[in-house]
């Protein structure tokens, strides 16, 4: 099967500017995350998404990020504006979201993120 | 809330000897634990489950509910097992299943 896509791999800002993530989740997966890591450090979840619905944007920051999955397939994760500590890879992942074997989350490659 | 740590930021070993890496977590409920490795240039992948209680590529892990503990072994260490380990929480959230993670490990196996 096909794994989870996203685009942009590389993207370079300068601080100030917007930027838009874009991630196809696997077929048939009804939860999709996104997650921020930084250089050194594990990812941390940005906001996770149950088909169109929003269930955890605890540790998003609103202020400037958002996301967005109609339809509840693909889904954008957007910065505006963008600050120097944004700079990350920001990785997207899809599960079928059923305790009890259904829980394993399948990543993207992830989008490097550097804005200088 | 919930909390996985993993107090070993670097872990160096020699081929051949056996490994462990730690992992702690903080739930009250009933978790999934899992531990998810990267290696080299490559995606965020799942290495084993504690449902599954299988051994995969010689890597063993144990749930110890009393010590709130899923700690990665392996025996005798592998080159190619060099790469970044984390340990994931995953509990009920919404409908559906909210996963977190460690800060990682990274392992370095040398010849």
């Known amino acids: 099967e096909a794994g989870v896509a996203q685009s942009p791999r590389y993207k370079i800002i300068e601080k100030r500017q917007s930027v838009a993530f874009w991630c196809n989740p696997i077929s048939g997966h009804a939860t999709l995350y996104w997650y921020q890591q930084i250089l050194g450090q594990g990812p941390k979840l940005l906001i996770q998404?149950?088909?169109?619905?929003?269930?955890?944007d605890s540790q998003l920051p609103k202020d400037r990020f958002s996301a967005e999955r109609l339809k509840g397939v693909d889904s954008t994760l957007k910065i505006q504006p963008a600050k120097l500590e944004d700079s990350a890879v920001y990785l997207c992942?899809?599960?079928?979201?059923?305790?009890?074997?259904?829980?394993?989350?399948?990543f993207g490659q992830g989008t490097r993120l550097t804005v200088v | 809330a919930q909390r996985v740590t993993q107090p070993e930021k670097l872990l160096s070993v020699f081929k051949g000897a056996p490994v462990e890496l730690k992992c702690n977590y903080s739930y009250s409920g009933s978790p999934e634990l899992f531990w998810y490795v990267q290696y080299s240039r490559q995606r965020l992948q799942l290495l084993l489950r504690h449902i599954s209680r299988e051994s995969i590529k010689g890597f063993t892990a144990d749930l110890n509910k009393g010590e709130t503990s899923f700690h990665l072994k392996k025996p005798f260490a592998q080159e190619e097992d060099s790469a970044m380990y984390y340990c994931a929480l995953s509990r009920p959230q919404g409908g559906s299943e909210k996963l977190v993670f460690g800060k990682g490990t990274k392992l370095t196996v040398n010849p």
């Open positions: 998404f149950q088909n169109n619905g929003v269930v955890d």
């Open positions: 992942a899809s599960s079928l979201g059923l305790r009890g074997g259904g829980t394993e989350a399948f």
